[in-house]
């Protein structure tokens, strides 16, 4: 129990608290480390199949996990027809399995060709370790504690609530197998993890390129507006 | 009209002689460090040939730069759209890779001193300075196809040559031999750049004051889409930073007075450099006219510098009377406006490159006969007739044009008639052994007069340090005086952006986190 509100009423805090303060003191004063650290341009093939369909798979399922913690009620409609239950879960699985495909073609890629391995820095690896066990328990708890999309409604969801409103209450969740809870406490590993590892690039993602007009001129002093 | 200034550049071909001396000034002042090996932001290439990266002329294969659309006239940039953008950002897939450039490598050196003895001589082995590997066969390198070497495998293969006819490839070869020149090349620093408008971060900018297009070190993500969006392959991602680096015009030394590094250190002197102001309302409409229109088109928003109207325009947009004074000394102006003997290179990519080429003559002056070696068409004087120069060229014309004007080869004919016209005048007044008919023809014929020729050679042949490089007034703090009179650095009634702009590395290059 006590175990249990460490890790699922007081890590979670800590986490958050650690991506925000540590994310924003990168950001100020060491803003040339957000980057991608893309590592395309030396080598590609690999990366073709890896990369493509892990960002697309994973954000699909994080999507997924988000719209069922936000609009809770519109959820439980959907799922309550049991065709649309099966086929959503069914996608799920695919999808997560589609991950851990792809991010066992990226760990291959850095680990075998020479290129890469030597542009991989320790916390690449953490990075890929714990992204690695991440999405394999999820595709583990899809698997075997069917259905998920049913009781994440009435355990991780409320459960989180609980955090957001700074009254954690552990109990929604105390009772559930460990790998499910393994796998709630990975999320928050990974949040722990985001502001010290490449993972930042997830909040630099370019959006405003879409309304950006194509061609940025900076003025050293701007001036006076043209007649 | 907003007129705009910007610092640009002349190449005279004419006089380059190939010796590399820009690219190992440039080399060793900006790109010898960790990750930067196979940058070179300056670079000389002989053509025909396939260029550094290879074949980057070809953007079937890199999609760089703009295209446009054949209904509507508009522009587009041939990478991809915004949504495409963002939807291919896990994974580009018009990247060169490091392959197209070169694996950068080192020597092993100790090699020759811990060999044991034995029968053979000991070499120092090359290391990858990527990987750290031995690498048994180097294959690649910056510079594999200079003076031809390896041709026909490599100039056989330049894109520009692509639609030729035998008896053109057959008249390359006239003495025996491919003829070529050599094409040095720099960023741009395009009025209509395609880095900047493929960059999703928004972390290349062009200048507003003097336009040299530079990439902000902190904004970069290394999504780098700007090296597939500049048809010049002139972005370079530095693999161990995770950050696209480009030329960036030296701008400190420029702000200090002096000219660029491959200008100052140009054995050839063959680089011209200064302002010319020009009309920021055309760009996109300078940039969609039709391919053989697209040199007239860019001529045409260069702004004359002597004009009352664009004086006063220039004044109200913030350009000082000293910018404006440099502007009116600018080499690039005569030689792109006025004399219209410089043309920018692949004016098709739409960016509106603003570095010009002169390009070079190169007429046959003997063929192979059974072997033997033949000069042509000697006449009495024992002098080849200069004015069949053209005809005679040992490129066809149609591969400069494919080069310098988006496949217009009456430009081009234009430029050449009017140099053979500067050396057949010159000819009269230093030998004086050319008839006054074949002069008078060919100032006819290159559309000039004595003063200009004159003019021309001037600038060609004898400038001083002072005249090829007009290096405009950047220093930042005359910049600010010549714009707010009554300094007072107490309240700072002058607008700085100190911190957000400039390349300047703070911290050491590398990755930390």
């Given amino acids: 129990m006590t175990l249990d509100i460490i890790l699922f009423a007081v890590f979670p805090y800590v986490a958050v608290v650690l991506a925000v303060i540590v994310g924003i003191y990168r950001y100020v004063v060491d803003r040339f480390s957000y980057s991608s650290f893309s590592s395309q341009f030396l080598e590609n093939r690999a990366l073709f199949f890896g990369s493509g369909i892990w960002h697309y798979a994973l954000l699909i399922i994080l999507l997924a996990h988000i719209i069922a913690l936000l609009f809770t009620d519109a959820w439980a409609a959907f799922i309550a027809n049991p065709t649309r239950l099966y086929t959503l879960e069914g996608l799920g699985v695919a999808l997560g399995i589609s991950t851990v495909v792809a991010l066992a073609i990226l760990a291959l890629r850095r680990l075998l060709n020479p290129r890469i ?37 009435y355990t991780a969801v409320p459960w989180l609530v609980s955090l957001a409103t700074f009254s954690p209450q552990v109990s929604y969740i105390a009772s559930l197998p460990w790998i499910v809870k393994l796998h709630m406490l990975g999320g928050f590993v990974l949040t722990a993890l985001f502001p010290f590892t490449r993972l930042v690039h997830l909040i630099a993602f370019p959006i405003t390129y879409l309304w950006r007009p194509y061609q940025v001129v900076i003025w050293y002093a701007r001036r006076r507006a043209t007649s | 009209m907003d007129v705009r200034a910007q610092v640009s550049m002349v190449f005279h071909l004419d006089k380059c002689i190939g010796c590399h001396t820009c690219t190992i000034a440039c080399k060793n002042i900006w790109t010898d460090r960790k990750g930067a090996e196979y940058m070179f932001w300056n670079n ?31 522009l587009r940039l041939k990478l991809q759209g915004k949504w495409g953008t963002l939807g291919n950002i896990f994974y580009n897939p018009y990247l060169p890779r490091i392959d197209d450039y070169f694996e950068p490598w080192t020597y092993d050196y100790q090699h020759l001193f811990d060999t044991p003895e ?117 972005v370079y991602y530095n693999w161990y930073t995770g950050k696209s680096e480009k030329c ?197 014929l290159g559309n000039t007069d004595p003063d200009e020729a004159e003019a021309i050679f001037r600038l060609t042949a004898l400038p001083t340090f002072d005249e090829r490089f007009v290096v405009p007034p950047l220093g930042r703090e005359e910049a600010m005086e010549t714009q707010f009179p009554s300094l007072d650095p107490v309240s700072r009634n002058y607008p700085t952006r100190k911190g957000e702009v400039g390349f300047g590395f703070r911290k050491e290059p590398a990755r930390r986190w």
């Fill in chain 2, 44 to 74: 000389v290439e002989t053509k025909p040939g396939t260029g550094y990266p290879t074949l980057w002329e070809d953007q079937e294969q890199y999609r760089g730069g703009w295209e446009r659309d054949s209904r509507t006239g508009k």
């Fill in chain 2, 248 to 444: 960036i015009l030296c701008y400190p030394r420029l702000e200090t007075g002096q000219p660029p590094a491959c200008f100052h250190s140009c054995v050839g002197r063959i680089r011209y450099l200064g302002l010319v102001l020009y009309d920021a309302d055309r760009i996109v409409e300078a940039a969609s006219v039709p391919d053989a229109q697209l040199v007239e088109a860019q001529r045409s928003i260069v702004l004359d510098p002597f004009d009352p109207v664009v004086i006063r325009r220039a004044k109200a947009n913030g350009i000082s009377d000293l910018m404006i004074a440099y502007a009116q000394r600018s080499p690039v102006y005569k030689f792109f406006k006025l004399w219209k003997i410089a043309l920018p290179l692949h004016p098709e990519f739409r960016t509106l490159p603003m570095l010009f080429y002169v390009p070079p003559l190169q007429p046959v002056q003997a063929t192979m006969h059974n072997g033997t070696y033949e000069i042509i068409q000697t006449g009495s004087e024992g002098l080849a007739p200069m004015l069949s120069a053209l005809e005679q060229a040992r490129l066809p014309l149609r591969y400069f044009a494919r080069l310098f004007t988006a496949g217009n080869v009456e430009i081009v004919k234009e430029v050449y008639r009017k140099l053979i016209a500067v050396r057949i005048y010159m000819r009269l007044q230093k030998v004086g052994d050319v008839p006054e008919p074949e002069v008078r023809e060919a100032l006819r």
């Fill in chain 1, 117 to 153: 391995r030597t542009t991989t820095t320790v916390l690449d690896w953490l990075l890929i370790v714990t992204l690695m066990t991440q999405v394999s328990l999820g595709v583990w708890v899809a698997l075997f504690y069917r259905w998920g999309s049913l009781w994440y409604m």
């Fill in chain 2, 118 to 234: 034995g029968d053979d001589q000991p070499t120092a082995r090359a290391v990858s300075m990527i990987t750290g590997q031995y690498m048994d066969t180097i294959e690649a390198g910056p510079n594999w196809d200079d003076d031809l070497g390896g041709s026909p495998v490599y100039a056989d293969n330049d894109p520009n040559l692509t639609g030729f006819s035998e008896e053109e490839r057959r008249q390359l070869r006239e003495i025996g031999r491919l003829t070529f020149f050599y094409l040095p090349r720099i960023c741009n620093h395009c009025l209509n750049p395609g880095c900047v408008a493929a960059c999703p971060a928004g972390a290349i900018y062009k200048r507003g004051e003097d336009g040299i297009v530079l990439i902000s070190q902190e904004k970069c993500r290394a999504w780098r889409m700007c090296i597939s969006g500049c048809p010049y392959k002139k």
